[in-house]
DNA sequence: CCAATTCGGTTTCATTATGCAACCCTATTT
DNA sequence: AAATAGGGTTGCATAATGAAACCGAATTGG
């Protein structure tokens, strides 16, 4: 049977990881945020299959994540560049980062430290953080009942 | 031929998503945040087929993202929960909720918002920030040349 | 200006992964 | 004691993945 799809899940990760949530798509994007735009460099740097390659660039194109731009001057050349949505994954791909930093550390290789081209200075833990910044755990969130989720409940119980 | 893994890439990224990098994953994560901890709950939340879900719950008890503990009084009952590397995939689905949320909005129904449970207030975007909490997107960071980076291009060219 | 190579794919085929349904054994409930 | 719930496993059909071969349009080298 056909793999399960999310595109119409009422939850939003289901939605998103419908869009980046397979092995290869995030890497893309990592990539490209890398600087990569060209077929063959992905190609070569991610050492993923020509036909995966070519139906992973051609979905996020459609999912609007990458545009596919001609920069041939006599015939086709293509790249393809990072729309504003694409590099709105910029936070997803730096969480996963520092959470495999910090559970599966390189054996013999320092992390990657990205720095803050301003000031030189590496950039900060991701946290999730309530409205003055200070940083939150999954126990200290919790979810209001809506109006909605009010009414459901007296219908069913 | 086998799907590709990552376990010994030298890109934390790949090898974080080499663990919670396909569909069902990061969604059994979300819903054991969620508060599900039981098989039959996860079952039914998530619509997964059954010997999917216990090849990941399987998985994910192998990378240690949960703990499987037998709760039963005079046989055999268990629940899934997170360890504190699994809780710390809260910033990761966090980020892809709120980019789900912003530009794959569903329909009709408002974004989940979730809260402080001290101060009930929503929790704040996720951002890449500097050392000093400023916001930084990827145009803003760089990635210094190592030593072993230089040693490297001196060798090759 | 002709040959070789690069770019950006598509096609074919073998191997895996996924999803559904049926089944199974052990607890728990009625 | 019988029925049901929990936590799976097995078999089968379909889909996704990967490697390699192939292809036509550009581009480069000589």
Redesign the pocket.
Known sequence: ????RFDDSSCSVARALNEVG???SLLIVLQAMYGTR????FQQEL??????L??R??RLVDNEVLT?VNV?????????RLTDKGRDLFPVVIALRQWGDKWNPAPDRPPLDLRDRATGRPIGPMNVSDADGKPLTVRDVFLPVSDEDQADERNSG
Chains 1, 2 share one sequence.
């Open positions: 049977m056909a793999r399960k397979d092995w290869w060209r077929y063959v460099d050492g993923i299959a020509k036909n995966i070519c139906d660039l051609a596919k041939g001057e006599h015939g086709c050349r293509y790249e393809y």
